[in-house]
């Protein structure tokens, strides 16, 4: 403001600026209440249920108006901003370059969610906004799983920094990914291991797993007693594990094949008595 300004221009002034104030407060206000309808992405990893029978499918054809493909399979619909497979803001169009656009891959389906956030990050709340920043701290997943899904192994958060920061095309972030599972319907999973008593069961009555597993590893495991440490028996059930999991293909046919050929041996004799 000029020193000489009259009286009646500084009252304009700050009238103008409240004003402005208020406008971008209510604007706020305004995007923190609404609803925004979003477009997901679907995954069709071969683990999911096929076509109509798979409820992502039903979900993601009436969320983007598709056709269910029938021989398809249809594994996880996801809501967020990860990058190989985001949502779009329903009816809002990207600015590319000063002009109205679509953000590559997005087709016709809306502003991507990631922009949509940082042009308006005060949906996210004051929290999580100064720990994460201007992005979605999370995703939400539907899954329709048709059969057992590939065992994985996630890292820890200073681990999966490292990983991200050495092999990024590998690790494509730096969540180390913990996960919670609410189940919508009749829903079974493996948690944890067996105990060391069954364990030892299972060696003995399939051999086989002891010799993918290696001699010295299964006496390792058939050594443990109840006078043992835990860290021995956890040694134990990490080195069989490891052994059983980084085991050759060829190895594992092998086992296989040996342990088809004992349960046909054993199902004659059982008819034959």
């Known amino acids: 403001m000029e020193p000489n300004a009259t009286m009646t221009e500084i009252k304009n002034c700050i009238e103008k600026k409240q004003k402005k104030s208020r406008s971008s407060s209510n604007s ?28 992502v499918a039903r979900l993601y054809a009436l969320n983007r108006g598709v056709e269910i493909m029938v021989d398809k399979p249809y594994a996880e619909l996801w809501m967020g901003t990860h990058k190989n497979g985001p949502s779009f803001v329903s009816g809002l169009q990207e600015v590319v370059n000063g002009d109205e656009g679509e953000r ?82 009749d829903f079974e999973a493996l948690c944890g291991f067996i105990s060391h008593e069954e364990l030892k069961e299972v060696f ?8 993918v597993a290696g001699k010295a590893c299964a006496d390792k495991v058939l050594g443990i007693s109840e006078s043992d440490g835990e860290e021995k028996a956890k040694d134990a059930l990490r080195s069989l594990f490891s052994e059983i999991m980084s085991a050759s293909k060829d190895v594992i046919s092998q086992a296989i094949s040996r342990l088809k050929s004992r349960l046909s041996l054993k199902n004659e004799v059982t008819l034959h008595r």
């Open 204 to 211: 003995q009555s399939v051999p086989e797993i002891g010799e």
């Open 28 to 55: 706020n206000c305004s995007v923190r209440n609404r609803i925004m309808r979003l477009k997901c992405s679907v995954k069709n990893y071969d683990w999911g249920r096929i076509g109509a029978e798979s409820g």
């Open 104 to 185: 590559e891959g997005g087709g016709d389906c809306g502003l991507n969610l990631k922009s949509w956030i940082e042009q308006n990050p005060i949906v996210l709340g004051d929290k999580v906004l100064a720990k994460f920043g201007k992005d979605l701290p999370f995703l939400s997943k539907v899954l329709s799983v048709g059969r057992a899904l590939s065992i994985q192994a996630h890292p820890d958060k200073e681990l999966a920094e490292v990983l991200h920061k050495k092999q990024p095309h590998i690790y494509k972030d730096v969540s180390h990914k913990p996960e919670m599972t609410l189940a919508v319907t």
